[in-house]
DNA sequence: TCTTGAATTTCGAGTCATCAAAATTCTAAT
DNA sequence: ATTAGAATTTTGATGACTCGAAATTCAAGA
């Protein structure tokens, strides 16, 4: 069995390669990651390599193997679908539930994933609309526009939040943008470098750049949901 | 924070202790509980005695210092509360949660089992019939006889179950031993090593008298819940 | 092409938890 | 009192993971 330590390792790495296909990811992304040394990346790295989870390119960077990336979907899942069940079951804070999920995916037995992946009716997205892998492994990476790059006017329904820290997290939840809300984008500044929203509330909200762009919608063709 | 290996040696200890309360728990015991050899845990219960976790005497055994009692007593709260959780909550046979709450008690936040306390309604005793430790550290144990020292037809009703093995607590559910249920005993063999168990529900079950030690019961006053 | 600064790797070392084999201590029976 | 046998401790070693400091490599600009 993988160590936790292994998992983790797998599941940045997995990570990484989701926000850039392609490329390869280099040792400092994954030590920023898990907040470890840079030669602690090497070293393990080496490792991983040996038990064929990543190739490893030096001085290049690594990519997952086929099984490295069965085994990170895997802890992806369970980690997602922890997360999910800790806001809807048990009614901890979307806030909260990364961090606590974070330990728990390296604890919880396949038995009890499955329970819980009933128990929540075989959802597809965790709270902050990222995609749960199916039991087989399979990551499902649809690709959404942020408010940064959507079309001003239109209708769009909130997808997906692409930052797990609490803080923004309850800043998200504060302004109405949590996953399934509607709003359209109103105007945008250059110079300010911000997004004017109007939310379905009839509410105004505005978000600098940085945020906007972690913000990820849906364009809706009518009032429909598409 | 303690290690989850440390977690595991304390709550070994606890458990020792509370089974033979007085007596100093021997190393054989422990390596015997924690399935690693005795070298391991001399050397290991050094460096709890090195924390302040437990006193050592070379030779004849270890006991808990207040600090280890109460950091044994919080693991084994987490884990009694786990368990309970998920049998009531999530929805697993009891002779499953035992491992289960085995990994997780290391992972679960503070945070997490205060609210499961909370969704269980402040529950005293898990699934088994075993006592759980109050948020501050505090246990009661209770001592009930077993099926093999009580009273022979007087009405009973089972209080706990002390053995956590899932084949165990398969026959014990199959039985209809649970915790809660009403029996008496009927008569006891000395030769057979038997005891011999009628049911509330009329039916008629026999125990060797190692399964019949590990049943723990209520004598009922009258027909009424003492 | 040369140089320089950032990223990466190498090297030496340390912690934690574990084991097997050998030595020691204790206990209980003679 | 001796002593055999069980329990325990000592000793030396290993694997997994980590660090800091020094050396190396790479890529980009002069």
Redesign the interface.
């Given at each position: 069995m993988p160590t936790s330590t292994v998992e983790d390792y797998v599941k940045h790495i997995l990570l990484e390669e989701q926000r850039q296909p392609e490329a390869l990811v280099p040792m400092g992304r994954i030590a920023a990651a898990l907040d470890v040394t840079p030669s602690t990346v090497t070293a393990m790295v080496k490792t991983l390599a040996d038990s064929g989870l990543v190739t490893y390119e030096p001085y290049g960077g690594v990519r997952l193997t086929p099984p490295g990336r069965k085994l990170a979907a895997h802890v992806q899942r369970r980690h997602r679908l922890l997360e999910l069940f800790?806001v809807q079951?048990?009614?901890?804070d979307w806030s909260?539930v990364h961090?606590?999920a974070e330990?728990?995916e390296?604890?919880?037995?396949e038995?009890?994933i499955d329970?819980?992946d009933e128990?929540l009716g075989h959802p597809s997205v965790d709270p902050h609309g990222d995609p749960i892998p199916s039991a087989a492994g399979v990551v499902r990476e649809p690709d959404f526009p942020t408010l940064l790059l959507c079309p001003l006017g239109a209708p769009l329904r909130v997808e997906r939040v692409s930052d797990q820290s609490a803080e923004f997290l309850r800043l998200v939840e504060r302004s109405g943008l949590v996953p399934g809300n509607g709003l359209s984008v109103e105007s945008r500044s250059e110079t300010a470098e911000t997004v004017r929203l109007r939310l379905d509330s009839g509410e105004e909200v505005s978000l600098g750049w940085r945020a906007a762009a972690k913000i990820l919608v849906q364009p809706l063709v009518a009032a429909g949901k598409a």
């Open positions: 800790l079951i048990v009614g901890l909260e961090s606590e330990h728990l390296h604890a919880v037995s038995r009890l329970r819980i128990l």
